[in-house]
């Protein structure tokens, strides 16, 4: 028997050859088949990384709403103290000449007279006494009338309106108020 290396020199008889010998090449992976495995792990990565990115993002955002949110509910302490200076009558009205000593903590107060205009608003008026966190007045009636003081949260701008006109504008922005006791002057 002759034996040759290389191809046959009758191309029928290879071809047969070769399609009744079982194909070797299917056991094994198809030419540049790493490349692909390789694009697929780094997809999986890809997408992971996305993941973890957004669920990062969205919880930084929860983060910042939140300590906005506690932020902005969280108002400084609003109180009001009024002491009647001098005689008082029994029915708890007051004479002309009496004063009335206001002691706040809050950013503004305010006092009414009738309900219709704002007499004395602190900080502002020369008579008022401020702290870091609040302040003190006495006030002397200008005349008869009923007066009330008001303690805003927030300083609320411009020279004040009527009462009702005030605290409606501040309970629509949510600050806290505290409105006193009236003093009934005649």
Do not use: K
Not at 1 to 12: E, F, K, L, N, Q
Not at 128 to 143: N, W, Y
């Amino acid at each position: 028997m002759v034996t040759r290396d290389g191809p046959s020199p009758r191309p029928a008889v290879t071809h047969v050859a070769q399609r009744s010998l079982p194909n070797a090449r299917r056991d094994t992976p198809s030419p540049g088949w790493e490349s692909g495995v390789w694009v697929r792990i780094q997809r999986r990565r890809r997408y992971r990384r996305l993941a973890v990115l957004v669920i990062a993002v969205a919880a930084t955002g929860a983060g910042v709403l939140a300590a906005r949110r506690g932020a902005r509910d969280v108002s400084p302490p609003v109180r009001l103290h009024v002491v009647l200076e001098g005689p008082g009558r029994p029915d708890g009205s007051a004479p002309p000449d009496a004063r009335w000593r206001l002691t706040y903590e809050g950013a503004e107060l305010r006092v009414y007279r009738n309900a219709l205009r704002v007499v004395l608003g602190c900080p502002g008026h020369p008579a008022c006494t401020t702290a870091a966190s609040g302040g003190s007045v006495t006030l002397a009636p200008d005349g008869p009338g009923e007066y009330r003081a008001l303690v805003f949260s927030h300083p609320q701008g411009g020279g004040g309106r009527t009462l009702q006109e005030d605290l409606l504008t501040a309970r629509a922005r949510g600050d806290l108020v505290e409105l006193s006791r009236s003093l009934v002057v005649y």
